[in-house]
Structures are given as C-alpha cells and as structure tokens.
Antibody, heavy 118, light 107 residues
Framework: EVQLVESGGGLVQPGESLRLSCAAS????????MTWVRQAPGKGLEWVAN????????YYVDSVRGRFTISRDNTENSLYLQMSSLRAEDTAVYYC???????????WGQGTLVTVSS | DIQMTQSPSSLSASVGDRVTITCRAS??????LAWFQQKPGTAPKSLIY???SLHSGVPSRFSGTASGTDFTLTISSLQPEDFATYYC?????????FGGGSKVEIK
C-alpha cells in the first residue's frame, strides 16, 4: 500500500525557515517523480515544486523559486521541502504526492500545516 | 503560465443527478489534464488522468472527456459520497496549474 506521511509543519515567524519531510513507503521511491502541492486556508490547490526520480531535475512555481528547495534521499525513501524567508502568504497545508511519469499525480499524503505569523 | 478556468464554482444537486463540471485551458495542453476530488479536511484524491482515464478504484460513474482545450468531468449518478470539491489540473507545462475548484453541494 502506498503511503506518504508528511511532517515538520508548525508555526513560524515571517522570515524564518522550516523543513518539511515526507516519508514514503509501499513503492519503489527511487523510481518516481515526487511533488509538493499546497493549499492556503479556504483556498484552492497550488502546485509548488517537483523533483525527478534521481533528483536530477527540479521545477518550482515562481512564487517560491529562490526561497524553497525540493530534495530527496532515495536511501531513506524521503522527500523534503526546505523553506526559507517564509512569508504570511506561505501559510498553507503542504501535501506531498507521488507522480507517475514526470507530473501525473496519483497518490497524496495527508498534509502538514505551515503557519507563518508574528 | 497556462490558466485553467473551471465552472461552475459551485452547484447544488441531488442524489441520482447527473453532474457536469467544465475546465477550460488557456492554451493547448494535449489532454494532459487531471481531475481530483477533495472532501473537507482531507487530502485530495486522484480521479482521472490523461483527460479520460480513471485511476484504479475510481467508480465508473465518473468520466472525463476532452474537446480541444475544453474538458469535462461528469458524474453520471451522484452518490452521497460524491459531495466534495473537484479540481482540474494541467500537467502539460510548468508551472503546473489547477483550476479554482467546483464545490458540489447537496440540494
């Protein structure tokens, strides 16, 4: 059974950093692209970033490029999102998701809430 | 960026109704279109990919069609568990983009 479990969310102040993790199980992690998607409170879904199976390609939405870094550790079956210079508008539930091929999402984690507030 | 325009943003329907949600892409996405279902307080669930292919385990009352840059999600006979918000997403070009969502409520 495919499982994706996010962790690392919490309350931070504007300008601070946070690292999200996603522990994957039930599939060969190193064979899949992985994605982060976020959802601000009461709002729709926003794609944030994705990363190739071997970590060799990474793509970002403009609003986070230069502040967020997606990475993975295929030996630990884990996906990460390092977030820096956080802003109030980054407040959201962050979901990790598995992609079939480059960008076709099939499985989602349960999400972790990041709140940026002073 | 490719804009995805979803309509309606909300609708009221009864159990057994046929429901149709539309998504229009601002440019050609070569059918790289997905549909997701999200219930309050839960993660999205993947329903359809490639504009018309159902993910494993998705009931056959869900279907997707495409006509150029217009895409449609149809629920042939609405069930109580189908009341949720539905999102389309294009995965043809970066940044990947979602539609604004369509909330299906009980009439």
């Amino acid at each position: 059974e495919v499982q994706l479990v996010e962790s690392g969310g919490g309350l931070v102040q504007p300008g601070e950093s946070l690292r999200l993790s996603c522990a994957a199980s039930g599939f060969i992690f190193s064979s899949y692209w992985m994605t982060w998607v976020r959802q601000a409170p009461g709002k729709g879904l926003e794609w944030v970033a994705n990363i190739k199976d071997d970590g060799g390609e990474k793509y970002y939405v403009d609003s986070v490029r230069g502040r967020f870094t997606i990475s993975r550790d295929n030996t630990e079956n884990s996906l990460y999102l390092q977030m820096s210079s956080l802003r109030a508008e980054d407040t959201a539930v962050y979901y990790c998701a598995r992609d079939v091929g480059e960008a076709m999402t099939d499985y989602w984690g349960q999400g972790t809430l990041v709140t940026v507030s002073s | 960026d490719i804009q995805m325009t979803q309509s309606p943003s909300s609708l009221s329907a009864s159990v057994g109704d046929r429901v149709t949600i539309t998504c229009r892409a601002s440019q050609d996405i070569n059918n790289y279109l997905a549909w997701f279902q999200q219930k309050p307080g839960t993660a999205p669930k993947s329903l359809i990919y490639g504009s018309s292919s159902l993910h494993s385990g998705v009931p056959s009352r869900f279907s997707g069609t495409a006509s150029g840059t217009d895409f449609t999600l149809t629920i042939s006979s609405l069930q109580p568990e189908d009341f949720a918000t539905y999102y389309c997403q294009q995965y043809h070009s970066y940044p990947l983009t979602f539609g604004g969502g369509s909330k299906v409520e009980i009439k």
